[in-house]
């Protein structure tokens, strides 16, 4: 099943697996909120809005679901027929604009069972896949890839960066039916591998010998001291000695004082520690390795990843800072016709939104500067005010202050 979702015209659902069926859905542009539910499962849940933002290639067609306020919880969803990915290839795949510049929050998407009640969507709803960018703070930044297996939640063992700039950019991951899989952004490969050795849902094929232990004799020492190599005999490796010149005092009581001893000077003829020279060991044989045998707990699983009742979509995420846009979300069994529909969507309007981000964030810059400049003038306006109100309260009546001469005249004649 292919699951396009054209935020400004709803909906289109195309199968491509099995069935055949062709649907289109809910074409007004407000159809949105018919299609998506926003889940009660606690009321203080962040909202939605459709928009396309503050810079954008067409204000229409690039119009996405925005998170719309800080320090919030959300979740959405939206409900599809069931489908399974048994012996066949699954694609997800999505943009997200994280305009706001996130500092911590999500941009993933979830993949959820039919049995998944939507108005009581939250965090400990059982899901299948959670995909997308994770964000906090600078060096935490990476590309969640969880997969459900047998009841629990595996992450994958890879570290994958994921985008941190405000520019739109594409996510797809691939699980392909051979039990490898595939990471891209903005339609280029980051990660790839299989499913058993990127995940740990099976016990490791291979484990050490219980029974293997390294010989006693077994020599790892790459380099040693020669064992011919001797001290000269003249070597001085005494940093102090006795000075030889100096003499016992005539007043040395050894009964009251003790035995005297010469005081100790520096050595002229120090040379150092001496070490024998280091040569490469003739016995060496290398790092010895663990022998390893057959895991008899492992047992293969051909049924890794392999979801039968694929039906609801969802973003069910925490943000910081609100602002993060998602749109072209693509469900598909065909990963060329995902390659094509991202370039087709994203691609053709990446350069365009990049140069209205930069023009959008210029003139922010210049708003700002004005502003900061318009407000130190006013505060130097005011400060001057103040300053003249101080001068004028100290001002003097000049009749005042003749009268005052004129005493001071007569009070030096008297």
Request: glycine share 6%.
């Amino acid at each position: 099943i292919l699951l396009n979702i054209n935020m400004l015209k709803g909906f289109v659902l195309l199968s491509t697996f099995p069935s055949s069926t062709f649907t289109r859905l809910l074409t007004e542009t407000d159809g949105w909120k018919k299609r998506w539910v926003e889940s009660k499962h606690q009321l203080d849940y962040g909202k939605f809005q459709l928009t396309a933002g503050k810079f954008y290639s067409d204000k229409e067609k690039d119009k996405g679901l925005q998170t719309g306020k800080d320090a919030k919880f959300y979740a959405l969803s939206t409900r599809f027929k069931p489908f399974s990915n048994e012996n066949e290839t699954l694609v997800v795949q999505f943009s997200v604009k994280h305009e706001q510049g996130i500092d911590c929050g999500g941009g993933h998407v979830k993949l959820f069972p039919a049995t998944l009640n939507q108005e009581d969507m939250h965090s400990e709803s059982e899901y299948y896949i959670m995909f997308g960018p994770d964000i906090c703070g600078f060096g935490n930044n990476k590309v969640q890839v969880i997969l459900h297996y047998q009841g629990k939640y595996y992450e994958n063992n890879k570290t994958i960066k994921c985008k941190i700039n405000k520019d739109s950019h594409l996510y797809t991951l691939i699980i392909r039916p051979n039990a490898t899989y595939e990471v891209k952004i903005d339609n280029k490969k980051v990660a790839a591998g299989g499913l058993e050795e990127d995940w740990d849902f099976l016990p490791p094929r291979k484990i050490k010998d219980p029974y293997a232990w390294k010989p006693r004799k077994w020599d790892e020492r790459l380099q040693i001291e020669d064992p011919e190599d001797k001290k000269p005999e003249d070597w001085e490796d005494f940093e102090y000695i006795p000075d030889p010149e100096a003499k016992k005092p005539a007043d040395w009581d050894e009964a009251m004082d003790g035995e005297w001893e010469r005081p100790l000077i520096p050595n002229p003829k120090y040379k150092g520690q001496w070490k024998p020279r280091i040569i490469d060991n003739p016995n060496y044989q290398g790092e010895w390795i663990h022998p390893e045998i057959d895991n008899p707990e492992y047992k293969p699983d051909p049924t890794i990843c392999r979801y039968y009742n694929i039906s609801v979509l969802g973003l069910e995420l925490w943000q910081v800072k609100s602002g993060s846009i998602f749109d072209n979300v693509l469900l598909t069994n065909d990963e060329e016709s995902a390659e094509k529909v991202g370039n087709e969507t994203w691609g053709t309007r990446k350069d365009l939104e990049k140069q209205w981000r930069e023009r959008y964030e210029e003139i922010e810059k210049r708003k700002q500067e004005e502003e900061a400049k318009k407000k130190k003038e006013k505060e130097e306006e005011e400060k001057d005010d103040i300053w003249g109100l101080e001068e004028e309260g100290n001002e003097e009546d000049p009749a005042e202050e003749s009268g005052n001469d004129r005493q001071m005249q007569e009070d030096d004649a008297d």
